[in-house]
């Protein structure tokens, strides 16, 4: 028989109330007596992350053909498909059920990974942080090292991922907290601005720009440009001056951009911090004399977030970036 002695009464209100919430899950979505292994939802979630049938086998230590056995058991569980099957299909992609279905998995396994956290001496908690590369190396690096150092309950999970990536895993319920380019105020989501900043010229080589204060646009070639759009609004800006298709390369990330600064002034535009990261690669790095737009940084996370652990996350990453534009602390 179950039993909550040894819990303390903090303790024993979240295991009712996830007990409460659990049944009503099951009760709502496994209409047949099957037996749901907590293993077939890890399967399943890890394969809405990769969408790669192949990959997540891989992850598991599993043959294909047993991933796939797996997963055709869930769906009888359950009584309806959760994938979508057609020869030659290389991308795993779920049907409408199976979107709805994702969202009770993720919450069915954090439930029960909270519930085995209270057996250890100091229960831990999850906590999933979806940011992009650029705002990791330059914000976030120290930032979480003395939050960690802080919360020795935390149990981090730190994903890099693009900004309309990071939307949609917190619309799935698979990330707490993210850190976007651009404010998310709809379907459940909420945002607060965290930072903002203007766009700055670099190049591997600068050529006849070596030595210069300053760099007007005018004097930048657009065939040799390294373009990445960062946001639409920059993107609008970008085109009064110079069309994307003329561009040398366009990329969706500054690590590959990197790898093409090949010519004399080869160029790129870049938001401050990331320009201040690669300056010190051996970019040189120039103010342009025209006003840029500004990069923004968004917090956001889901509308109604009443856990204490994601709430502490939101208001510790609030602090830091206002300390930063006071320069108070390390990045």
């Not at 991933?67 to 779920?94: F, I, T, V």
């Not at 831990?124 to 309950?153: K, T, V």
Request: charged fraction near 30%.
């Amino acid at each position: 028989m179950f039993s909550l002695d040894g819990f303390s009464i903090s303790q024993k209100e979240t295991v009712v109330k996830q007990l409460i919430l659990l049944y009503n899950i099951l009760k709502t979505t496994i209409k047949r007596n099957g037996k749901m292994d907590t293993e077939s939802l890890y399967l399943f979630r890890d394969l809405c992350r990769t969408r790669n049938m192949t990959q997540t086998a891989k992850n598991f230590y599993l043959t294909q053909s047993t991933l796939s056995k797996r997963l055709a058991r869930l769906e009888e569980e359950l009584g309806y498909p959760l994938l979508l099957r057609s020869k030659g299909r290389q991308e795993a992609e779920l049907t409408g059920k199976g979107e709805q279905f994702l969202g009770v998995a993720v919450h069915m396994l954090e439930l029960y990974e909270e519930g085995l956290s209270f057996r250890e001496e100091k229960e831990r908690y999850l906590l999933r942080l979806g940011c992009m590369r650029s705002a990791q190396e330059y914000f976030l690096a120290g930032f979480l090292q003395d939050y960690l150092g802080e919360h020795p309950r935390c149990s981090l999970t730190l994903e890099d991922h693009h900004s309309v990536e990071i939307r949609d895993l917190l619309l799935e319920g698979m990330l707490d907290v993210g850190i976007v380019q651009f404010p998310l105020s709809n379907r459940g989501l909420v945002s607060v601005l965290l930072h903002e900043e203007p766009f700055l010229v670099v190049m591997k080589d600068p050529g006849d720009f070596q030595g210069k204060k300053v760099i007007s646009m005018e004097d930048l070639n657009g065939k040799q440009e390294i373009f990445q759009i960062f946001t639409e609004e920059f993107r609008s800006w970008h085109d009064q001056y110079w069309r994307a298709m003329d561009s040398k390369i366009r990329v969706n990330s500054t690590p590959t951009a990197e790898k093409y600064f090949q010519a004399p002034e080869d160029w790129m535009l870049v938001p401050r911090s990331v320009a201040a990261a690669m300056g010190e690669r051996g970019f040189s790095v120039f103010p342009l004399a025209e006003r840029t737009p500004f990069h923004r940084l968004y917090l956001a996370c889901r509308q109604g977030e009443d856990r204490l652990w994601v709430k502490e996350m939101a208001t510790a990453l609030q602090k830091h970036f206002q300390e930063l534009e006071k320069g108070a602390v390390k990045k």
